[in-house]
């Protein structure tokens, strides 16, 4: 697999992520909308899963507390983000900040609980960043 290639994925997944939660009709229920959504997320991957030739009784053991954990987080950012868009945040800022925000937490994380290090030319860049996300955000 190309490295570029899951990068190309996220890209793409979350433009369409975020027009279609921002179009998100303000009359729908957000917890009926989110259930359609995992119907369609949930057979979706039900059927690659089945269509790539994998054995359930082999794979089910090697799953951990991670596969829970993420589902809850999934529902906190989708239900967020249509929240988030529903008090009237634009779609151009709204996502930056969050992204924004995850990204300076995940440095520290990424430091604290992996020790993972960064740069100074990484410092500064960050820098640069925060500096560009503080300026399209006013």
Same mark, same amino acid.
């Given at each position: 697999?190309?490295?570029?290639?899951?990068?190309?994925?996220?890209?793409? $997944?979350? &433009? !369409?992520?975020?027009?279609?939660?921002? /179009?998100?009709?303000?009359?729908?229920? +957000?917890? *009926? @909308?989110?259930?359609?959504?995992?119907a369609v997320s949930f057979f $979706?991957? &039900? !059927?690659?899963?089945?269509?790539?030739? /994998?054995?359930?009784?082999?794979?089910? +053991?090697? *799953? @951990?507390?991670?596969?829970?954990?993420?589902?809850?987080?999934?529902?906190? &950012?989708?239900l967020g983000y249509i929240l988030?868009?529903?008090?009237?945040?634009?779609?151009?800022?709204? @996502?930056?900040?969050?992204?924004?925000?995850?990204?300076?937490?995940?440095?520290?994380?990424?430091?604290?609980?992996?020790?993972?290090?960064?740069?100074?030319?990484?410092?500064?860049?960050?820098?640069?960043?925060?500096?560009?996300?503080?300026?399209?955000?006013?």
């Open positions: 697999m190309h490295p570029y290639l899951p990068l190309v994925l996220i890209i793409i $997944s979350n &433009i !369409f992520y975020h027009l279609s939660t921002k /179009n998100t009709p303000n009359a729908a229920n +957000p917890w *009926l @909308s989110l259930s359609v959504s995992y $979706s991957v &039900i !059927f690659a899963y089945a269509a790539s030739g /994998n054995n359930l009784t082999k794979d089910l +053991p090697q *799953l @951990s507390w991670t596969s829970i954990v993420l589902g809850f987080s999934l529902i906190g &950012i989708e988030l868009y529903r008090c009237g945040w634009k779609v151009n800022t709204g @996502s930056l900040l969050v992204n924004a925000a995850v990204s300076l937490l995940l440095i520290f994380l990424g430091m604290m609980v992996y020790r993972e290090m960064l740069s100074p030319r990484q410092v500064i860049g960050v820098i640069f960043c925060l500096l560009g996300t503080f300026m399209i955000s006013k």
